[in-house]
């Protein structure tokens, strides 16, 4: 498959979904913290009018995940904006919630991967099978990192 293939099958929307009542997206990325260590410049979350400050209460994750899970949504990512590793505990809960009480066949994770090892260590580790980890990083100690991500 080609990279413009690839693209199309991403931003196309498919015929079954041009309906005044399309079917379940197959895919949905929920944020569970808008909160983040870093203010990279091209990111959207600096451009929030209002920062907010609070995560998601696990409650209502469990409510709506369970409705997209018997709607037919089939994968789960537990970011948006935001980074989830800023609450470790809830991001462990949620991944454990998905996995093996929905057992939705496909969740992930795009993540900085700043405080991965720590936060995890902290609060118990990512034991539950995430498939699919998308570290978007830099060196810790570099320029690119100081100038991009606004570190310091
Ligand atoms: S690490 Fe990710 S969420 Fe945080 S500011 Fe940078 S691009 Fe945005």
Same mark, same amino acid.
């Given at each position: 498959?080609?990279i413009?293939?690839?693209?199309?099958?991403?931003?196309?929307? *498919? %015929?079954?979904? &041009?309906? /005044?009542? *399309? %079917? /379940? %997206?197959?895919?949905?990325k929920?944020e569970?913290?808008?909160?983040?260590?870093?203010?990279?410049?091209?990111?959207a979350l &600096? #451009?929030?009018?209002v920062? %907010?400050?609070?995560?998601m209460?696990f409650?209502l +994750?469990q409510?709506?995940?369970? $409705?997209?899970?018997?709607?037919?949504? $089939?994968e789960?990512?537990? +970011?948006?904006?935001?980074e989830?590793?800023?609450? =470790? &505990? !809830? !991001?462990v809960?949620?991944?454990?919630?998905?996995?093996q $009480?929905l057992?939705?066949?496909?969740?992930f !994770?795009t993540?900085n991967a700043?405080?991965a090892l720590a &936060?995890t260590r @902290? @609060?118990?580790? !990512? @034991?539950a =099978?995430i498939?699919?980890?998308? *570290? @978007? #990083?830099?060196?810790?100690?570099s #320029?690119?990192?100081t100038a991009? /991500?606004? #570190?310091r």
């Open positions: 498959m080609t413009t293939e690839r693209i199309d099958n991403i931003t196309r929307i *498919p %015929p079954e979904f &041009r309906h /005044a009542q *399309p %079917p /379940a %997206p197959k895919s949905v929920i569970i913290s808008p909160r983040c260590n870093y203010r990279c410049g091209f990111c &600096r #451009t929030r009018e920062q %907010p400050k609070w995560d209460d409650r +994750f409510r709506i995940t369970r $409705e997209m899970r018997e709607a037919g949504v $089939e789960i990512g537990v +970011f948006y904006l935001g989830s590793f800023m609450n =470790p &505990r !809830l !991001l809960d949620c991944i454990a919630w998905t996995k $009480e057992r939705f066949p496909y969740v !994770l993540s700043s405080m &936060r @902290s @609060s118990g580790s !990512l @034991s =099978p498939r699919r980890l998308i *570290p @978007s #990083t830099f060196p810790e100690s #320029t690119i990192l991009v /991500a606004r #570190t």
